[in-house]
């Protein structure tokens, strides 16, 4: 079916809004996931962070991003550097929708990060790599691949050796980029005190709310299918309708959800003797990641087997991130983003709805390698930065006493100190990190444990 120009336009313009209002509600998922996976002590730093990353990642991405994105585009695809026209949407009202667009996919990006380096990282320190995720880094991954296919003219990715580098709702450009840039964060800010025994060994950290991690999950999935289907224009070329498009990439994502899930649960079984729901809701947002960049190219099955494999793939990576390398990623960013992304974005043409090809596979495995890449320079320059400006990590007063208080002078759960019998707070006293303080000197533990 198709309509009048007009009609389209109209249409395609309401369904973006629709898509950024719905990937917008995202952001309380995050927070409550990552919210979950932290001690008590530190909810409202959490909080905070996500906050920072909307408020400041809006206008900075408004005033500078964006017009980023319009200078590397066209410059590393040949086609010059016009820093006018680049930042011509600051006067073009037509455009800010698209822009609007762009932002809460900027957004998802650096909010990634703050999962990574949760109960440690200085504030003032955070704000910096919130800025230059928002200002430069995520801006140019956007424009290495998308600039000739969501936006205008063209970045060398999605030209390369004919076929073009295969993103659809940036699995690898938002994804991967913010869980490599996660995994570095939290390299250089070095792991929470108690993380390691004497002999590097590994020591579970619980999180205080099994709860608001697994709510925050879902509420993620649901504003997903706004990044997914929502990155699927209505009405496409000479303003037909899409109906087979949007079907495909509704179900991939649904399956690549599904076999995620299901995945990380058989994994977690065998691995620790029980299922357990939190890697059973990281094996969810691991299929869904991986199967962002696939959804428009591959058939139903190849996006189930995307998000099983990512699922399945989780928790080891997991293991390996924390056991191997060292690195305290709180919240497992690069298992669930990282890796995800890459694996998922890389394997596209082996499930290709158009034939497997060879050219294809090595443009994928080609775009996964700069982008992540990219990652890792530009993450290492915002910590690096911000490290030289203020210091990546709190003291260690501050640490033991918890980022609400130390950072910004606050208490999310005032109830947990123990009061005279008829106050706010009268029971039985609860521990900043969420357990409870036992008669025996014992301490109990709420929800789930990032081991």
């Known amino acids: 079916m198709a309509v009048g120009g007009e009609v389209a336009s109209g249409i395609n313009i309401v369904w973006g809004l629709t898509v950024a209002f719905l990937i917008f509600f995202m952001q309380p998922g995050f927070a409550l996931l990552e919210a979950g996976q932290v001690r008590a002590k530190n909810v409202g730093n959490v909080l905070m962070k996500n906050m920072t990353d909307w408020t400041l990642g809006v206008v900075v991405y408004f005033l500078i991003g964006y017009g980023v994105a319009g200078i590397v585009g066209p410059a590393t695809s040949g086609g010059g550097i016009d820093i006018g026209a680049a930042f011509a949407y600051w006067s073009n009202p037509s455009g800010w929708v698209w822009w609007l667009v762009g932002a809460v996919f900027a957004m998802t990006a650096a909010t990634i990060v703050s999962g990574a380096v949760a109960e440690r990282m200085d504030f003032k320190a955070y704000v910096v790599v919130a800025f230059v995720m928002t200002a430069f880094i995520y801006p140019a991954s956007e424009a290495f691949a998308w600039w000739g296919g969501l936006l205008a003219s063209g970045g060398f990715l999605g030209e390369a050796i004919g076929v073009g580098y295969q993103d659809f709702a940036g699995a690898t450009v938002v994804h991967m980029l913010g869980g490599i840039a996660g995994l570095v964060g939290a390299y250089m800010v070095g792991p929470r005190k108690g993380r390691y025994d004497s002999e590097g060994n590994s020591r579970p950290i619980p999180g205080h709310s099994m709860l608001l991690a697994v709510l925050g999950t879902l509420i993620l999935a649901f504003g997903w299918f706004g990044f997914n289907v929502g990155t699927a224009s209505i009405f496409g070329p000479e303003n037909s309708l899409q109906s087979a498009k949007l079907g495909r990439v509704a179900l991939n994502t649904t399956l690549g959800m599904g076999g995620g899930a299901i995945a990380a649960m058989v994994v977690s079984s065998y691995w620790q003797g029980k299922p357990d729901p939190l890697w059973t809701a990281n094996g969810l947002l691991a299929g869904l990641v991986a199967v962002t960049g696939a959804v428009p190219h591959v058939t139903w099955w190849g996006g189930l087997v995307l998000g099983g494999l990512a699922g399945a793939l989780v928790?080891?990576?997991?293991?390996?991130?924390?056991?191997?390398?060292?690195?305290?990623?709180?919240?497992?960013?690069?298992?669930?983003?990282?890796?995800?992304?890459?694996?998922?974005?890389?394997?596209?043409?082996?499930?290709?709805?158009?034939?497997?090809?060879?050219?294809?596979?090595?443009?994928?495995?080609?775009?996964?390698?700069?982008?992540?890449?990219?990652?890792?320079?530009?993450?290492?320059?915002?910590?690096?930065?911000?490290?030289?400006?203020?210091?990546?990590?709190?003291?260690?007063?501050?640490?033991?006493?918890?980022?609400?208080?130390?950072?910004?002078?606050?208490?999310?759960?005032?109830?947990?100190?123990?009061?005279?019998?008829?106050?706010?707070?009268?029971?039985?006293?609860?521990?900043?990190?969420?357990?409870?303080?036992?008669?025996?000197?014992?301490?109990?533990?709420?929800?789930?444990e990032n081991e």
């Open 315 to 448: 928790l080891p990576t997991f293991r390996f991130t924390v056991d191997t390398l060292k690195i305290d990623d709180v919240c497992g960013v690069f298992a669930v983003h990282g890796m995800a992304g890459g694996v998922g974005t890389a394997l596209i043409p082996i499930f290709a709805t158009a034939g497997f090809s060879a050219t294809q596979l090595v443009m994928q495995i080609v775009g996964v390698v700069v982008i992540g890449v990219w990652a890792v320079i530009g993450s290492v320059v915002a910590f690096g930065l911000a490290d030289a400006l203020f210091g990546l990590r709190v003291t260690d007063e501050e640490e033991d006493m918890g980022l609400d208080e130390g950072e910004h002078g606050v208490t999310v759960y005032p109830e947990f100190v123990g009061g005279e019998p008829g106050t706010i707070g009268s029971g039985p006293a609860v521990s900043p990190d969420g357990g409870e303080v036992r008669t025996d000197g014992g301490r109990s533990t709420n929800g789930g």
